[in-house]
């Protein structure tokens, strides 16, 4: 599985680089999907105490970015930003994979993986 693509930007990057300076021990970035919401799945992003049986490991300058095996169809392809918006900072997801997202911009859908 050596074809996932993340891609981060620099602002994503400083961001993710300041997340793991407070925790060298750590296996790197998790980046995933749960399901929830109205519209089907949220994006999570925290800090990977481990990797788990199945997880992906991608690295872009030098940051480790872990994916668990669910959610590799759904981030493929994925531009992971970090943006500051008045007093809110948060990642920002551009998803080629996303058919979908409700209204309140929490979750989102894609098509079926059948």
């Keep these: 599985m050596s074809g996932m693509n993340i891609q981060l930007t620099p602002a994503a990057r400083e961001r993710m680089q300041s997340f793991l300076a407070n925790r060298p021990d750590a296996a790197g970035v998790r980046f995933g999907v749960r399901k929830t919401g109205c519209s089907g799945y949220a ?23 872990v994916i668990d095996r669910k959610s590799l169809p759904f981030v493929d392809g994925t531009q992971i930003d970090f943006a500051r918006k008045g007093l809110n900072a948060a990642f920002v ?16 859908t894609v098509e079926s993986q059948n």
């Design 43 to 65: 994006y999570e992003v925290e800090i990977a105490d481990r990797l788990g049986d199945g997880d992906q490991v991608v690295e872009q300058d030098g940051i480790k970015i």
């Design 93 to 108: 997801f551009r998803n080629p994979n996303v058919t979908g997202e409700c209204g309140c911009g929490e979750s989102f």
